[in-house]
């Protein structure tokens, strides 16, 4: 490549130095389209005469103001490296330095791994591995999380203690129904809840759990997915959204998948025409029925399978079953869908946050495993609604009117998780980071060059005091958008 | 005169022989003056010479303390009197310590002066007698003079002398002196029983009342450490101020003086919009630093974050549309 630039350098600069009348003439000629078949400009001429010997001269600033005036495209051509104000040499080549070059600083962090999450960690930041079946590269991850990783150069987060406590949590679960797991994430925006759902998809991953991550659950209720209406379930299904579904846990959970299988026989495309049919029967591994299914790429089986799928996950005692839901607040809105009469079709009423409810509020559970979801408090579309706000206790930012109206039908599923009832337990994530995290946090931009400042124990305990300890205000407008020159 | 007259009939009964023969050899004298004073229109004085109580009355026209009796004020007179023996007195005593005449580097070497004498209603009282512009001036010149050398005295540790000279010019300086003297200097915060500074910021139309207390570290030696919180009407910093650039104004303060997790701060601020807000927060919390730790405020003041920005809003004039913008032109 070095190679390439000088010789173009060389023959640029051989260009540069034949500069005349003749060459210029020849740029002019160069332009294209109209400009060449337009008819020859007139030579201007000079008032009260040239100068002697100032003819040459004349003649080359009036060709130059012509060239000027043409508002064609004109041709490229490389300064000549003669005219660089700092010139190249082997020792300062014209490049940037190689630290800046991309993918050529790596963090070198430990992995983050179920083994790393103990007490003695919390404050240390851990990188996540990058192997094609990682939930994070399969699943998707929420937009603000996708986006960090997009700037560091490996994905990576800091070990907390409420990291530490989530992980216990799971550990306990891992032996019961999910019915006595079901935790929803809640604290104040920014303060790491997705983050936190997030490491905990990747340490059941690690420990062999079978893992289904939704981490934007308002887009199945955002209308960017096909829907129909069933009337044998009377719930109008979302074949694009169990497709993606399928298809992904099958990328995840390929493994367990493999080893479990049906406990009764499934008829896959029965609506279809009979040609498309297929009979699995029972004893058959569940991925050889999500392979089948993600085959067919018109969706229509998806609905089905994913339905038997989860319903033998259920019922299954091998590996523990883990749902993580973030955006969880989402589906307790009316979703973006209209019905024939346009009216806006409610939540429940759709097949896969149905499912997802149904989990949540305990009427149906898995065997063993977990429900895990994590509230998104800082989208202003999909606000925590009433009703979780009251069955959680969170709180209430603004005064509210009891004449309110509140769902029943939500009020039914929310009132499943009342924590004090043996519901959903609230599990609320701190709001500031502790000095040692936020530490750990600022070393790992630190080491990855995002930095403008050198001072920087000043800039640490400066953002800190800034973003009040709160994770994302300390990264976003923080670290990432300080004012201050080094 | 009356009392007099019967002091003098009661001694004509009652005085002695012994004090009347006594008299006699003088009396010829005394009968002159009687003589001399009845033809002047004086009232007879008992020229006896007889123990009593008017004594001196009797015998002689006591002369008044000072000739000055004899003006119509004779109180400012023997004043200022006194203030120029005063001065004839320092002078002699400076130049006999050879401390007049002073060298120009020596008296351009000595400390400003900044006397402040009593108004001219001070001075009335004081004098007994209306003081008008000239006699004010009369006054105050002989004072700014005898101050001067108590100046000199003051700066040569001629201590006796200045003290002296300072027990007569104190007379004169009005009771309101430091009040004077303190005008237009920021009165100084005081930290109240727990240690707290309050202080108030402005900017724009915005102001700002910052309480500032230090952190209270903790002992033990696993400590985390300590940081800084900052309530704006009680609401966190990063949730009342959103934009970065209003956040790292209010902690530019702390940043200069290096001591962001010292103290903790909390403030109501009112009036205005968020750069308004957060420039009056962060002079309120300049003025803190400098009232709990005094030695910074030269460094503040060099930085200028304890002056208060005077920059306002630009009223819209007649003719423009606004401040500064001008109609369209038009050429007809």
Same mark, same amino acid.
């Given at each position: ?109 430990? &992995?983050?791994? +179920?083994? @790393?999450? #103990?007490?003695? *960690?919390?404050? !240390?930041?851990?990188?996540? $591995? %990058? ?80 893992? &289904?991550?939704? +981490?934007? @659950?308002? #887009?199945?209720? *955002?209308?960017? !997915?096909?829907?129909?209406? $069933? %009337? ?80 033998? &996950? ?173 | ?332």
């Amino acid at each position: 490549m070095s190679s390439s630039i000088l010789s173009a350098a060389t023959s640029g600069a051989a260009s540069c130095s034949q500069r005349s009348l003749v060459t210029s003439r020849l740029l002019v000629q160069q332009t294209r389209g109209a400009a060449q078949k337009a008819p020859a400009v007139k030579v201007a001429q000079s008032i009260g005469g040239v100068k002697k010997g100032q003819k040459d001269k004349w003649e080359r600033k009036i060709s130059r103001e012509y060239t000027h005036r043409q508002h064609d495209i004109p041709v490229f051509t490389r300064m000549s490296e003669d005219k660089l104000k700092l010139p190249k040499t082997d020792k300062s080549p014209a490049v940037l330095p190689e630290q800046f070059q991309p993918m050529s600083t790596s963090l070198n962090l430990p &992995l983050f791994e +179920p083994k @790393a999450i #103990t007490r003695k *960690n919390v404050g !240390t930041a851990a990188g996540f $591995d %990058l192997t094609p079946t990682n939930p994070a590269k399969v699943f998707g991850l929420p937009k603000k999380m996708f986006l960090e990783f997009r700037i560091l150069s490996t994905p990576c987060s800091v070990i907390r203690d409420v990291t530490v406590e989530t992980k216990h949590k799971l550990e306990k679960a891992k032996d019961s129904s999910s019915k006595d797991s079901r935790i929803v994430l809640t604290g104040r925006a920014g303060c790491g809840k997705s983050f936190l759902l997030h490491q905990a998809v990747q340490y059941a991953k690690s420990e062999g759990w079978i893992v &289904l991550y939704i +981490p934007r @659950a308002k #887009t199945l209720i *955002n209308s960017t !997915t096909t829907y129909t209406y $069933d %009337l044998r379930t009377q719930t109008y299904l979302q074949p694009q959204a169990s497709y993606r579904i399928v298809e992904k846990l099958l990328t995840v959970n390929s493994d367990a998948l493999s080893t479990l299988t049906l406990s009764a026989p499934f008829t896959l495309g029965a609506d279809q025409d009979k040609s498309k049919v297929q009979v699995f029967k029972e004893g058959t591994k569940l991925s050889e029925l999500a392979q089948a299914c993600v085959k067919d790429k018109s969706f229509q089986s998806a609905c089905g399978t994913l339905e038997v799928l989860m319903r033998e &996950l259920e019922g299954q005692t091998k590996f523990p079953v883990l749902m993580a839901i973030d955006d969880f607040q989402s589906l307790f809105h009316d979703t973006a869908y209209r019905d024939p009469f346009f009216r806006p079709i409610k939540s429940h009423h759709l097949s896969l946050p149905r499912l997802i409810l149904e989990y949540a509020s305990g009427k149906r559970n898995f065997a063993k495993g977990a429900f895990l979801s994590a509230l998104t408090a800082s989208d202003t579309q999909y606000a925590i609604p009433l009703e979780l706000q009251d069955t959680l206790e969170l709180g209430n930012r603004h005064p509210v009117s009891p004449y309110v109206q509140r769902s029943e039908t939500l009020l039914q599923y929310a009132s499943g998780l009342d924590a004090n009832a043996g519901g959903l337990q609230n599990l609320k994530v701190p709001e500031k980071f502790s000095v040692e995290e936020a530490q750990a946090l600022f070393e790992v931009w630190k080491d990855d060059l995002a930095l403008t400042n050198s001072r920087h124990d000043e800039s640490f305990m400066a953002k800190y005091v800034e973003s009040d300890g709160n994770p994302r205000d300390f990264v976003w407008k923080g670290v990432l958008a300080s004012y201050a020159p080094s | 005169m009356l009392r007099r007259q019967a002091v003098f009939s009661l001694r004509r009964c009652y005085g002695t022989t012994a004090s009347l023969r006594q008299a006699a050899p003088s009396s010829q004298a005394t009968r002159l003056d009687d003589l001399r004073a009845g033809i002047l229109g004086r009232t007879q004085q008992p020229t006896a010479n007889t123990e009593g109580v008017d004594d001196d009355v009797r015998k002689y026209k006591v002369p008044p303390s000072s000739p000055s009796f004899y003006t119509a004020r004779p109180v400012f007179y023997d004043q200022v009197a006194q203030l120029e023996r005063a001065i004839a007195t320092a002078n002699n005593a400076l130049r006999r310590a050879q401390l007049l005449p002073l060298p120009a580097f020596a008296r351009a070497s000595l400390p400003p002066i900044h006397p402040v004498w009593q108004t001219k209603e001070e001075m009335t009282q004081h004098f007994q007698t209306k003081m008008t512009l000239a006699r004010y001036r009369k006054v105050t010149k002989l004072l700014n003079e005898l101050n001067d050398y108590h100046r000199i005295a003051n700066t040569a540790g001629v201590n006796d002398l200045a003290n002296k000279i300072y027990s007569i010019v104190s007379l004169f300086e009005s009771s309101k002196k430091d009040a004077f003297l303190a005008r237009g200097k920021r009165k100084p915060v005081v930290l109240d029983v727990y240690g707290r500074s309050y202080t108030v910021g402005k900017r724009k139309t915005s102001s700002a009342r910052v309480w500032m207390i230090p952190v209270q570290q903790q002992e033990s030696s696993s400590a985390p450490l300590p940081m800084t919180t900052i309530l704006v009407n009680n609401i966190p910093l990063n949730e009342f101020f959103p934009l970065p650039a209003d956040r790292e104004r209010i902690t530019r303060p702390l940043k200069v003086a290096g001591i962001l997790g010292k103290y903790n701060v909390f403030s109501i601020v009112r009036g205005g919009g968020t750069t308004g807000q957060s420039g009056a927060l962060a002079h309120g919390i300049a003025k803190g630093v400098v009232a709990h730790e005094p030695d910074l405020e030269t460094l503040f003041r060099r930085t200028k974050l304890t002056r208060r920005d005077p920059r306002m809003v630009e009223r819209k004039k007649t003719g423009l549309a606004k401040a500064r913008k001008r109609y369209t032109w038009v050429k007809r």
